[in-house]
Nanobody, 124 residues
Framework: QVQLVESGGGLVQAGGSLRLSCVDS????????MGWFRQAPGKEREFVGS????????IYGDSMEGRVTISRDNAKNTVWLQMNSLKPEDTAIYYC?????????????????WGAGTQVTVSS
C-alpha cells in the first residue's frame, strides 16, 4: 500500500526558497506519475505540478510556473518540489500524491494516494 510522507516545509521570508521532499514507502512509486498540490486556508486545493513515471514529462500549474521545479528519483522512491522566489500568497499546506496514471495529470481525481501534507509559510 502506498504511503507518502512529505517533509521540508517551514517558515521562509518572501523571495526565499524551499525544497520539499516526498518519500513513498508503498512500492509502486516507479510505475506512476506523482503530483504536488497545495491548499491555503479557506481555498480549494490547487494543482502545483506533476511528473511522469520516468520523469520525462513534467507539467506545472499556472500559479507557480517558472518558480518551481519537480524532480524524482525512482531508486530512492522520492519526488521533490523545489520552490524559488516564494511569495506570501504561496503560504499553504503542500501535498504530494500518487497518480493512477503514468503520465502527469492536473485533476486531483487522477490521484489515489495522498500524503498528510507539509506546511509552508512565507512571511512578507
Amino acid at each position: 500500500q502506498v504511503q507518502l510522507v512529505e517533509s521540508g516545509g517551514g517558515l521562509v521570508q518572501a523571495g526565499g526558497s524551499l525544497r520539499l521532499s516526498c518519500v513513498d514507502s508503498g512500492g509502486t512509486f516507479s510505475s506512476v506519475a506523482m503530483g504536488w498540490f497545495r491548499q491555503a486556508p479557506g481555498k480549494e486545493r490547487e494543482f502545483v505540478g506533476s511528473i511522469s513515471w520516468r520523469g520525462g514529462t513534467i507539467i506545472y500549474g499556472d500559479s507557480m510556473e517558472g518558480r518551481v521545479t519537480i524532480s524524482r528519483d525512482n531508486a530512492k522512491n522520492t519526488v521533490w518540489l523545489q520552490m524559488n522566489s516564494l511569495k506570501p500568497e504561496d503560504t499553504a499546506i503542500y501535498y504530494c500524491a500518487a497518480s493512477r496514471l503514468r503520465m502527469p495529470a492536473t485533476m486531483d481525481t487522477s490521484y489515489e494516494s495522498w500524503g498528510a501534507g507539509t506546511q509552508v509559510t512565507v512571511s512578507s
